[in-house]
């Protein structure tokens, strides 16, 4: 009464064999027809293919290893508006013969039976709370407003010319800041900048995503160390699960938040040249890469608050 079994490929491939990409992708249509339909409230992905079908024109990123994705309950945004909890298929369970992996599974079995009764999932709209500001000066005058309370965090990124910090000729090209409440992204440049300097040296707790990185950029770029680095959602997120290629923020984005990938407009510019170790950002919109920083520093915001939220609730020994 209460579910539906279906299948990724409609018609078996020959000798049982795993689908090919063509394969899933013709009967994707299908998929999304059947769940159009039906308006589940929970999906439990049985298997990689099942991973595949749903999720790859969700997430628009690469699926990778299916053991980075078993066990998260994920709040799927459109087309599909639901939980999406993936799991083993059990044929896999079958050939393993693990307890622990059958133990798990029947943990992930009650994840998703657990959410049935839980709202439908909202995901925000989390661009238009970005505001992208050109104006170095109009971009000061809201840093120091989101920093008047010395005790409420700021969760902050760059986007930088180069990976690392010490490739000649590279630059911090923008920043933004997040409090939770406001959100700000805005050229390295001018007033905008020194104000930014002056939030880095202050007490105020700083909440970033691979902290590393922004530290290395503060002490050649800024001039100066970070002070009071309050949480690193990296460091958090592997302390919480230990799998490997989860813990970066655009997985945690999409896994937590229900966040696909964001950086379609500045991916192309990204990427370094082998010799010089420089990007091409500067070649990109403005716009786009202003808001494309600051969806990354107010997800860090949330994922930092969720993260604490679920360490502070773990069990103690």
């Keep these: 009464r209460d579910c539906w079994k279906t299948n990724a490929v409609i018609c078996r491939p020959p000798k049982n064999r795993k689908p090919k990409a063509e394969e899933i992708s013709g009967c994707r249509p299908w998929l999304f027809r059947t769940i159009e339909k039906l308006k589940p409230h929970v999906i439990v992905l049985l298997g990689s293919t099942a991973l595949e079908s749903l999720l790859s024109p969700i997430w628009l990123g690469d699926i990778g290893s299916m053991e980075r994705w078993v066990g998260w309950t994920i709040p799927c945004q459109a087309p599909i508006n639901c939980w999406v909890v993936p799991t083993w298929h059990p044929s896999f369970l079958l050939r393993m013969n693990q307890k622990v992996l059958d133990l798990l599974f029947v ?24 505001r992208t500001e050109r104006s170095p000066t109009a971009a000061a005058k809201a840093l120091r407003r989101m920093s008047r309370d010395p005790e409420r965090p700021i969760a902050f990124d760059y986007e930088t010319t180069a990976l690392k910090p010490e490739t000649p000729n590279c630059r911090i090209f923008s920043c933004a800041a997040s409090n939770g409440e406001e959100t700000i992204a805005f050229p390295w440049l001018g007033e905008a900048k020194q104000t930014m300097i002056q939030i880095l040296q202050s007490d105020i707790p700083k909440i970033g995503a691979n902290i590393q990185f922004e530290d290395r950029w503060s002490r050649l770029h800024a001039g100066c160390p970070v002070r009071n680095w309050a949480w690193d959602t990296f460091l958090a997120a592997h302390v919480l699960d230990n799998r490997k290629a989860i813990a970066g923020l655009k997985f945690q984005a999409f896994v937590r938040f229900g966040v696909p990938i964001y950086d379609q407009s500045v991916e192309p510019f990204i990427n370094s040249d082998p010799k010089t170790k420089l990007n091409r950002l500067a070649d990109a919109e403005l716009k786009d890469v202003l808001l ?3 969806m990354d520093a107010r997800i860090t915001f949330d994922l930092a608050e969720l993260q604490q939220r679920e360490l502070d609730a773990a069990p103690r020994n």
């Design 107 to 130: 943990e992930h079995l009650k994840l998703a039976f657990g959410l049935l009764d839980s709202p439908a999932p909202t995901v925000r709209a989390y661009s238009r709370e970005i």
């Design 292 to 294: 494309y920083n600051g």
